[in-house]
Structures are given as C-alpha cells and as structure tokens.
C-alpha cells in the first residue's frame, strides 16, 4: 500500500468500525456510504491533498475503492506538476 493508500484507508477506517477494509472494496457496496458522507469524503480528499474535486470528477468509479480514490489523487496531483 502506497502512502496515498494508507492515508484514505486511514480516514475511512475511523467510519467503518471493525471492518478491515480492503483497497479494492467497493464502499457503496458495503453500505458505509450515504450522501452526507460522500461529502465528507470529497472535502477529505480536496483537504488532505490540497486538490480541487471538479464536478467531472465526481463519478462513483472515482470514489468506490481505496484503489480508485488513489488513481484519482495521483491523476489531479500530477496535473498540479504540470
């Protein structure tokens, strides 16, 4: 796990109880997800890794998995090096 990974996995762990998530689970398909915690998730996001979520980017595939919230910080941060 990379230290994007680790830190997302981090945040979520604090809502997810007991359960381990793993960094290819589906978090919408494990139910911990509502639209009040979408947001919290997104402001996170943005927060965490001084990135601006755009509306394009808030699809689920972006926001499903640990690995899919990675992709999308390493895909807005390396358009910030740019």
Do not use: C, P, Y
């Amino acid at each position: 796990m990379n230290k994007i990974q680790t830190q997302i996995k981090a945040f979520l762990s604090r809502f997810f109880g007991n359960h381990d998530l793993q960094v290819d689970e589906d978090i919408f398909t494990l139910g911990f997800v509502n639209s009040m915690f979408a947001m919290q998730l997104v402001l996170f996001i943005e927060q965490e890794f001084q990135i601006n979520i755009e509306n394009e980017d808030l699809e689920f595939d972006n926001f499903r998995t640990i690995n899919s919230l990675a992709n999308l910080v390493e895909r807005k941060t390396a358009k910030i090096v740019l």
